[in-house]
């Protein structure tokens, strides 16, 4: 991933940032040259397992990614993947699964991860109990995790430039859900979807929010969301 201003790059990398052989995830300023890895383990090492699916805020302070490792954090010991979001002002790495408010989980975390441009939610896929990986959301600033519960996930997901809204294709047959991702943490929590529209193979979410193009049955449209 790269921020807005193209300046940060997250990038997955084997080379001397991985001395343990196992692919880590570096912080390339593009500015200034300097590169720095994110997945720096407690004890000062590389993560002690392969790490996978940067995503970047587009202000390039926070970092999403996944990974099995067991040195990142202090309290994620069991060897599964869970999801992680390293704050470039500290310098720090914490696990947003692991250990949620809301209760730990059971099974491990699945790409595509991504993170709101504004850096505010990171959506996953988790597999637990349940037949097929079930569409997750978790919230950076309070920390819970909540179950989407729309069905599978079969497209890829896309947030709006300020992460207020979030498009995605669910179920089977699939429909094109656009949400709002912050409805799902109220108090209660409202569940907010937006605009649903079926048959559209592909989609694009515009930058505010209020748009959406497709594909429909091999023709192209958009509409004009509220």
Request: hydrophobic share 40%.
């Amino acid at each position: 991933g790269v921020s807005a201003d193209g300046r940060y790059a997250a990038l997955v990398s084997l080379g001397d940032d991985a001395e343990n052989g196992r692919l880590q995830i570096v912080l390339a300023d593009t500015i200034s040259g300097e590169r720095k890895r994110v997945t720096t383990g407690i004890d000062g090492l590389p993560a002690s397992a392969n790490c996978a699916a940067a995503s970047i805020s587009a202000d390039g302070r926070w970092v999403a990614y996944l990974s099995a490792a067991t040195n990142l954090v202090a309290d994620d010991t069991d060897g599964t993947a869970d999801v992680f979001i390293y704050d470039r002002q500290t310098g720090l790495n914490r696990s947003l699964t692991a250990n949620p408010p809301s209760g730990p989980l059971t099974g491990y975390a699945l790409d595509p991860l991504a993170l709101s441009p504004d850096g505010r939610f990171v959506f996953f896929l988790w597999k637990g109990t349940e037949t097929t990986p079930e569409p997750y959301l978790a919230e950076l600033a309070g920390g819970q995790v909540v179950r989407l519960g729309l069905g599978p996930l079969t497209g890829y997901p896309r947030f709006c430039a300020d992460g207020s809204r979030m498009a995605a294709v669910f179920g089977t047959p699939g429909s094109t859900l656009v949400i709002e991702p912050a409805s799902w943490f109220g108090s209660p929590p409202t569940h907010h979807v937006v605009a649903s529209f079926t048959n559209h193979s592909y989609f694009a979410l515009s930058g505010g929010g209020n748009r959406i193009a497709f594909l429909a049955a091999g023709a192209p449209g958009a509409s004009t969301l509220r």
